[in-house]
Nanobody, 116 residues
Framework: QVQLVESGGGLVQPGGSLTLSCTTS????????MAWYRQAPGKQREWVAT???????NYFDSVPGRFTISRNNAKNTVYLQINKVLPEDTAVYYC??????????WGQGTQVTVSS
């Protein structure tokens, strides 16, 4: 069974930056698309961004330009860079792998807390 492992979360001050990583236990090309979601306290999980095999990216409309999704196929890793973080970016960030015809694969999540 393929596993996704997120890392890079933690406590960050407002205005700072961080990069989250999601590494697959198998070849990343086993997924058609890779995506990031987040779930803030007391809110539903929401989609943030997606990147496909051709590195075409899509972002949720309300996600500001401070977010950038990217991938390193050689490392089987997808990244989410967040710049100029705000307190409202506080959430658990999840990685999801999508393969046509199969249920999605989720990571365990990584906590991001923005606070001074």
């Amino acid at each position: 069974q393929v596993q996704l492992v997120e890392s890079g979360g933690g406590l960050v001050q407002p205005g700072g930056s961080l990069t989250l990583s999601c590494t697959t236990s198998r070849n990343i090309f086993s997924f058609d698309t890779m995506a990031w979601y987040r779930q803030a306290p007391g809110k539903q999980r929401e989609w943030v961004a997606t990147i496909n095999r051709d590195e075409i990216t899509n972002y949720f409309d309300s996600v500001p330009g401070r977010f950038t999704i990217s991938r390193n196929n050689a490392k089987n890793t997808v990244y989410l860079q967040i710049n100029k973080v705000l307190p409202e970016d506080t959430a658990v960030y999840y990685c999801r792998g999508n393969a046509l015809g199969f249920p999605p694969t989720w990571g365990q999540g990584t906590q991001v807390t923005v606070s001074s």
